[in-house]
């Protein structure tokens, strides 16, 4: 199972997709009254997108579907892989003659492409970008459409949850990162660990809940690092706890886990709370020790072994994922054959695979040398994309003629979608609207990627 981990919203393409020009023509609306944001990356930047949308809203902007027609455009950027970046470049660029013809259109560039500081560099390749601003940051924007309508912005923007969510919503716990792994920009871009407050949280679960959701996911970065910075000293099994108090909330799940920080309480918490699902996202990014520690992980293999074991020990069903990253600075072929090894010892449900490509003002852009050749890098990725494919296939056949729990999400192509407790993508047909629906189906056909059945019944 193979999953990039790179999201869009709005008229840009998938990773693997070319991109088409995004802006449609069409009658442009008068004043600061619509708004577009288009979005790349983790879901972090999607909670971004979705909370700068709220605040938009409560303004009196309405979302629009193209950047023609939007007052405001919103690129919110990722710099986590080359691809990521490319994309949200070639995007950008595609505005340069729409900012001449519409030149009180406000155009942002927010999210991870923008460092503490914009550079001379960022200003004179985007001189048609109005505003610079890093994740999280909606204040200079805010300011500018504030002013611009004659209002108080602050006066009129409350909670920033999404005032029309979906089934499921993101909801982000903690933002940054403190741990500089060698590979990785965040922590330079998104800042260091900060906890948001568990009550602060539990409010907006409940007002997510009123709306209309079913679903949450907690994020962050270092998801179970959560509230190591607050004075009281929460951790994640105190959020999880506090959050599976709000009535009408009927599932919970968390991510992005690392493995310094998945302590046994949390696992415990995790395997007796009902609402909390047993799903857990824990990166490992390579099979060897030597790669590893290059990598400034601050464990072995053997160490996440162990981990995996005890979090099996508690949840004997626990949907598992993971991260890897193939061709690491100086990996050899008998350590890329130790991350093939684990694949095969720890058999994970879903696997995010991603090329490494060094990302300028990093630890291994600044001291270590990208020397395996593009040509290894896509062999090595295939070697594990048909593993993993075969490892998925195989667990997801042991679903077959079983009944399971799914949460309704949407509809695609004539079909029900929704999610298993373990992330498991189901679809099945029904002439009733399920949408928000717990149901259960029996499964009657299996793939690595998907599983289809028929409605058994409704919760």
Not at 194 to 223: A, N
Not at 331 to 342: G, I, N, Y
Request: charged letters at 25%; glycine letters at 8%.
């Amino acid at each position: 199972m193979v999953d990039i981990r790179l999201e869009t919203r709005g008229q840009v393409p998938s990773a693997n997709e070319s991109i088409p020009h995004p802006f449609p023509q069409g009658e442009r609306g008068v004043g600061p009254k619509s708004y577009y944001i288009w979005t790349i990356g983790c879901q972090m930047n999607v909670a971004d997108s979705q909370r700068l949308g709220s605040a938009l809203e409560q303004l009196g902007l309405r979302q629009v579907g193209d950047a023609q027609n939007a007052d405001v455009v919103v690129f919110n950027s990722c710099v986590v892989r080359q691809s990521a970046e490319d994309k949200v470049a070639s995007a950008l660029g595609l505005m340069r003659p729409l900012k001449r013809e519409q030149p009180d259109k406000v155009i942002a560039l927010m999210g991870c492409m923008v460092g503490p500081t914009v550079s001379k560099e960022m200003k004179r390749r985007f001189p048609y970008v109005d505003l610079f601003m890093r994740p999280q940051e909606y204040k200079p924007l805010l300011d500018v459409v504030g002013e611009r309508l004659g209002v108080d912005w602050e006066g009129c923007v409350g909670s920033l949850a999404p005032l029309q969510p979906d089934v499921s919503s993101y909801v982000p716990i903690i933002h940054g990162c403190d741990l500089f792994c060698s590979f990785c920009i965040i922590p330079y871009r998104r800042g260091r660990q900060m906890s948001r407050t568990v009550d602060e949280i539990v409010w907006e679960v409940q007002h997510l809940v009123e709306r209309g959701v079913k679903e949450v996911t907690l994020l962050g970065q270092t998801v179970d690092a959560y509230g190591l910075d607050l004075a009281e000293k929460p951790d994640l099994a105190d959020l999880l706890t506090a959050v599976h108090g709000v009535s009408g909330l009927q599932r919970v799940r968390f991510l992005t886990s690392h493995p310094n920080y998945m302590t046994d309480r949390i696992i415990k918490t995790v395997a007796d709370l009902p609402k909390v699902c047993e799903l857990i996202n824990l990166p490992i990014q390579a099979g060897d020790d030597t790669v590893l520690e290059t990598m400034r992980r601050g464990y072995t293999r053997a160490d996440y072994v162990r981990l995996v074991d005890r979090i099996r020990m508690a949840m004997p069903g626990v949907g598992l994922h993971t991260d890897i990253i193939v061709g690491f600075c100086g990996e050899t072929d008998e350590q890329f054959a130790q991350t093939v090894s684990l694949l095969e010892e720890v058999r994970f449900d879903k696997v995010h695979l991603a090329r490494y490509s060094t990302r300028p003002g990093t630890i291994a852009e600044r001291k270590m040398v990208d020397d395996v050749p593009e040509r290894v890098k896509d062999e090595r990725l295939q070697v594990l994309e048909k593993l993993q494919t075969r490892i998925a296939t195989e667990r997801n056949a042991a679903y077959l003629m079983k009944t399971i729990g799914v949460l309704v999400d949407g509809h695609e192509s004539g079909k029900w979608k929704g999610r298993t407790r373990t992330d498991k993508l189901v679809f099945f047909e029904h002439p009733r609207d399920l949408l928000g629906k717990l149901v259960d189906v029996e499964v009657t056909h299996t793939s690595a990627w998907a599983l289809q059945g028929k409605l058994a019944g409704i919760q």
